[in-house]
């Protein structure tokens, strides 16, 4: 496996890690709302209403700086594949221009 192929593996795996986590933070942060949206629904205790106002407000502050890490990500992946023209018939290559795709299909950056 060439040097290249190597980069182009760990950047891609990056990537990949970074969209992982943006995923997840949209999820849990879906969670989080609708145990808020039940726990004032039944009334409960204004402590625990605020105590889950700040869970929701913690994952609400994750989001951006994971997009933004993913946007970085993106970029030097995007930057990276331009320099591998010597790759494009890779494995590879196809796996890193497909995730991109699915990123840009997600509409996230």
Do not use: H
């Amino acid at each position: 496996m060439s040097d290249i192929t190597k980069k182009l593996k760990i950047k891609v795996g990056s990537c990949t890690r970074c969209f992982k986590e943006y995923n997840s933070y949209q999820k849990e942060l879906d969670r989080e709302r609708e145990r808020l949206e039940k726990l004032k629904q039944d009334n409960s205790e204004e402590t625990r209403i605020k105590q889950q106002v700040t869970v929701v407000e913690e994952t609400e502050c994750m989001i951006p700086l994971t997009r933004t890490k993913l946007k970085q990500q993106v970029q030097e992946l995007s930057n990276f594949l331009s320099q591998c023209e010597d790759i494009k018939e890779s494995e590879e290559y196809k796996t890193a221009t497909d995730l991109l795709s699915t990123i840009q299909e997600a509409k996230i950056i």
